[in-house]
């Protein structure tokens, strides 16, 4: 598996420190903001400092499948509004499938626990929206994407005149990616034995989406099995 460069806004940013654990394309960094798109949103200045949970969607991907815009909206009454608009620069941590990696499960007892995990941050640069059919256009994204593929899947208009009410309690925004680094930590450093050991020990943990994502960032192991 070839693993891409992460793409940086500056020469002063700093390498990446983890290319061991690079995710392999846009396509997994999308996949794991789909599945998990709640993230801390973070931003501080030298007073103050603050961190908002925020579901957040995929809005553009440039012509390489890299991310290059995200989708948000936060409420008015949040503190975290003001610092945002006054800085609109902010870190986004996204965590996504993970699980603690026991000694127990191995037969070689002098390993070390760890954990393994699918992770993303992204240093981000906001633009807010004021203008309802922005608003609208953020929630019923945001609303249409979680909804998808679940049998009584629901819509804004079941909410007949709150929708409108509600909506006005918010701000959009969408927010350019200036750099993203994740970190897919998956065992790829793991002898053979500890990794079989491994996924053992979470499929019976019921860790079964973190197996599957190790299964794919681990192929080239059954290849050469």
């Known amino acids: ?103 127990s499960w191995m037969r070689d007892r002098s390993q070390a626990p760890t954990w393994n995990y699918v992770s993303a941050q992204f240093q981000l640069e906001l633009t807010f929206h004021e203008d309802p059919e922005r608003i609208d256009a953020a929630l019923r ?7 998808a593929g679940r049998p009584e899947r629901w819509s804004v208009e079941e909410m007949g005149q709150r929708y409108a009410g509600l909506a006005r309690g918010v701000v959009a925004f969408d927010a350019r990616v200036l750099w993203a680094e994740p970190k897919y930590k998956l065992g790829q450093d793991e002898r053979g034995d500890v990794y079989a050991d491994i996924v053992s020990g979470l499929q019976a943990d019921g860790g079964r989406d973190l197996v599957d994502w190790m299964n794919l960032y681990n192929a080239a192991r059954k290849s050469n099995d």
């Open 141 to 147: 994204d945001l609303v249409e994407g979680m909804e």
């Open 1 to 103: 598996m070839k693993h891409v460069d992460i793409k940086h806004e500056t020469d002063a940013l700093p390498a990446h420190p983890h290319r061991r654990f690079g995710a392999v394309d846009g396509d997994d960094l999308a996949r794991l903001i789909e599945e998990h798109p709640l993230a801390w949103v973070v931003s501080a200045t030298s007073e103050t400092f603050r961190s908002t949970l925020l579901p957040l969607r995929i809005l553009e991907r440039d012509a390489d499948g890299g991310i290059s815009r995200l989708r948000g909206h936060i409420a008015r009454s949040n503190k975290h509004l003001a610092l945002l608009k006054a800085n609109p620069r902010a870190t986004a941590l996204f965590l996504g499938a993970h699980g603690y990696v026991s000694p």
